[in-house]
Each structure stands twice: as structure tokens, then as C-alpha cells.
């Protein structure tokens, strides 16, 4: 069975930077993964901010970037802001099926 | 405005059946594959399963292979999920989301608001 696996939990303070990741228990992750990063926050449904590694929706914010990063996917967010305090999901594509990280909640303090 | 709205959650007990429906609007439904994940309450999100643009091909996961049936109608921009033999385990949020353009690796960049599924005697 495939493991995606993520960061249980991170802490940053307002301004700083921080980086999430994505490993796969298959190998390395690739753009060949196809990353997909999300947000959700509670009692709403997640919101896609990265698509296909490092691409970003017209709504993402600038201070979000998605990457590879030491042969996992990677989440970096570039001046946090209060607001970004979250859960953070990845999901890896693994041809013809789709597997979701167990999440990372991502505190601002 | 692309929108998604679930419909069809609600009680059911185990052994039960359940079709869930997603209302695409906003965009044109018959080129993009479809998904839905749930979501136990609390708990991380899980993909369940994917249907290609014309509904040709499907695949599933595991936890519900055999179960369930995704299906779509082009023509009423509708997405479906029929659930059988339901157990206490399919208990959670299901949401529909909209995938890639013509292929199974695009972008996810729609979700729907989710309809609760709970399975209890």
C-alpha cells in the first residue's frame, strides 16, 4: 500500500518562512508525481493553491511556491501571514490513482 | 463561475445504498475528469475515486472498489457516486472535484462544499 507522507505538524511566526513536504514510500517524488498542494481550514472544504509541482491557481498567493525539493514534494510559504494558520495536504498521482498526504497543520504563533 | 454542489448525503444504515450527486456548473463539464475524496470529520482527506471526460473509464480505491460506481451524465453536467453495501467506515464528507482538462494528471482546482455520509444503525 502507498504511503504519502507528510510533516504532522510545523510552527512558524508571522513573517517567517516555512517549507512542507511530500514523500512518497514508493522512491523518489518526481514531476512525474504530478504534486498537488492544498489548504483547508476549519469547517470549509480545501482550496487548491499548487497544481503539477511548482504551478499556482489564479488565486493562490504569491508568497505560496511549490517545488522538489530533495526528492520529495515541497510547499514553501514566503512571509506567513495569520491567516495561513491551516491543515496542508499534498496528493501524488500514481497512474490512475491518487494519494493524499496525511496533512500537515501549520501553526502561526 | 465554476461551481460544484453535492447533493445526497444523509443516514443510512450499514448495508445500505447511497447515490450522491454533484451539479457542475460554470464551465464545460464533458472535458474535464471528475473526482470525489472524503473526509472523515477530524480526520485527513482520502481519494476515492476518478471518471474520464466521457465516462469511459473509472478506477477506484481500494476501501471501496466493488462498492461503488462513479458515473456521470455529459448531458445534465452531472456527476454521481452510487454507494452499496455501505459500513460504518464510509462514514464522512464526500466531495466532488473537478480534475484535469482532458487527461487524469491535470490540475485540481475545484472542490465542491462537501455532503456528509453517515452510516449508523
Known amino acids: 500500500q502507498t504511503v504519502v507522507t507528510q510533516e504532522p505538524s510545523l510552527t512558524v511566526s508571522p513573517g517567517g518562512t516555512v517549507t512542507l513536504t511530500c514523500a512518497s514510500s514508493t522512491g523518489a517524488v518526481t514531476s512525474g508525481y504530478y504534486p498537488n498542494w492544498f489548504q483547508q481550514k476549519p469547517g470549509q472544504a480545501p482550496r487548491a493553491l499548487i497544481y503539477?509541482?511548482?504551478n499556482k491557481h489564479s488565486w493562490t498567493p504569491a508568497r505560496f511556491s511549490g517545488s522538489l525539493l530533495g526528492g520529495k514534494a515541497a510547499l514553501t510559504l514566503s512571509g506567513v501571514q495569520p491567516e495561513d494558520e491551516a491543515e496542508y495536504y499534498c496528493l501524488l498521482y500514481y497512474g490512475g490513482a491518487w494519494v493524499f498526504g496525511g496533512g500537515t497543520t501549520l501553526t502561526v504563533l | 463561475e465554476v461551481q460544484l454542489v453535492e447533493s445526497g448525503g444523509g443516514l443510512v444504515q450499514p448495508g445500505g445504498s447511497l447515490r450522491l450527486s454533484c451539479a457542475a456548473s460554470?464551465?464545460?463539464?464533458?472535458?474535464?475528469?471528475m473526482h470525489w475524496v472524503r473526509q472523515v470529520p477530524g480526520k485527513g482527506l482520502e481519494w476515492v475515486s476518478r471518471?474520464?471526460?466521457?465516462?469511459?473509464?473509472?478506477t477506484y480505491a481500494d476501501s471501496v472498489k466493488v462498492r461503488f460506481t462513479i458515473s456521470r451524465d455529459n448531458a445534465e453536467n452531472t456527476l454521481f457516486l452510487q454507494m452499496s453495501s455501505l459500513r460504518a467506515e464510509d462514514t464522512a464528507v464526500y466531495y466532488c472535484?473537478?480534475?484535469?482538462?482532458?487527461?487524469?494528471?491535470?490540475?485540481?482546482?475545484?472542490w465542491g462544499q462537501g455532503t456528509l455520509v453517515t452510516v449508523s444503525s
Open positions: 472535484i473537478r480534475g484535469g482538462e482532458g487527461n487524469s494528471y491535470g490540475a485540481w482546482g475545484y
Open positions: 471518471i474520464n471526460s466521457d465516462g469511459t473509464s473509472t
Open positions: 503539477s509541482t511548482t
Open positions: 460554470g464551465f464545460t463539464f464533458r472535458s474535464y475528469w
